[in-house]
């Protein structure tokens, strides 16, 4: 793939990422959105954007949890955003800081 070719991907499983964010996709399932195989969107993600798709999809999440418990919802409330069973799961994932 060329630099451009590969930053255009790039930008685009970034975008992606971000408007499905609350659908909480998987690496096969980005993969086939950008038409590449599972293992070089892997490396080719984190080799351009320094983390992989698993991790900025966290980041999102942490940061939409954290407006979410600034703005006055509940730990619980934030926790069933992203189907997690329980509230326990959620806060041993995440440590939140005002």
């Given at each position: 793939m060329h630099q451009r070719q590969t930053y255009e991907t790039?930008?685009?499983?970034?975008?992606?990422?971000?408007?499905?964010?609350?659908?909480q996709p998987?690496?096969?399932?980005?993969?086939?959105?950008?038409?590449?195989?599972?293992?070089?969107?892997?490396?080719?993600?984190?080799?351009?954007?320094g983390v992989s798709p698993?991790?900025?999809?966290?980041?999102?999440t942490r940061q939409d949890a954290l407006n979410r418990l600034q703005r006055g919802s509940t730990v619980l409330d934030a926790a069933s955003c992203y189907d997690y069973s329980q509230v326990d799961e959620n806060s041993s994932r995440y440590t939140f800081t005002g």
């Open positions: 790039v930008a685009k499983a970034l975008n992606w990422v971000a408007d499905h964010q609350a659908d998987d690496l096969v399932r980005l993969s086939v959105e950008i038409g590449l195989s599972p293992h070089h969107l892997q490396r080719t993600f984190k080799d351009w954007a698993k991790q900025f999809l966290k980041s999102l």
